[in-house]
């Protein structure tokens, strides 16, 4: 059976032997991932980045994709690490393309966020401090940023959940500029991610989550009943919405 590697070269080779130019996959990657068929957008971007592996708009993309594709599949924790890890090392080599790219930004922070999920404690504490500046770059650049106020909400719910002792563990690596995090803030960064981004229910999704943990659940209900509703059809949408079913049924 051909591996996955001689197979993406075939494909884009044929793609480019029928007319189709970088130009023109480039833009096919972006409405696909605007669509949010992940799985067919990276395949693209990774045959454009194998052209041109030096193409910030190919750098940030392809990395932002390897995360995100990877991440839903839920492989064994060693094969979701080997893949962060390049959409690790994609978004730094983006970064010093372009430090002034927000979506470089944003890449890099949701590569940390998905190495962080099979890191050690220590290393979730370290690593939590670079990627909330990399979301404070990403935003400060593009402040309509969904994707990016959509960390920032984890973000912010994670630090709210903490207990005492891995709040003095984040303190002492902050300093007096640790936030004091609140679901309330949580809240605040979600609902922004869904205003500029009112289609995508994995935003309505975690409003849910964080209005349960308030113990606002008649607020958790009305964001999952909106998800469950929606006519939604990216690569995530069942899987989205499968979580959604779940918290309904628990908090009936």
Known sequence: MLNRALILVIL???????????????????????????????????????????NINYLQYTSYLYAKVWHDEAPDADKATLYYNKAYYLAKKALRKDSTSAEAHYAFAFA????NENASHKQQIA?????KVEIDKCLAIEPHHSGAYHLLG????????????????????YGSSLPEATYKDAINAFEKAYIYEPDYILHQYELAVTYHKMDMNADAKIWLQKAL??????????????????????IK
């Open 12 to 54: 884009f080779s044929w793609n480019l032997a029928i007319g189709q130019s970088s130009a023109e996959l480039y833009k096919k990657g972006l409405e696909l991932r605007a669509a949010r068929h992940y799985k067919e957008a990276l395949p693209i971007f990774e045959g454009l980045l194998k052209q041109d592996s030096s």
């Open 112 to 115: 940390i966020g998905v190495l």
């Open 127 to 131: 690593n939590a401090k670079t990627m």
């Open 154 to 173: 984890r973000w912010y719910r994670k630090l709210a959940e903490l207990g005492s002792i891995e709040r003095f563990a984040m303190k002492a690596l």
């Open 229 to 250: 509703h929606a006519n939604y059809t990216g690569d995530d949408a069942a899987d989205t919405k499968a979580k959604c079913q779940k918290l309904l049924d628990e």
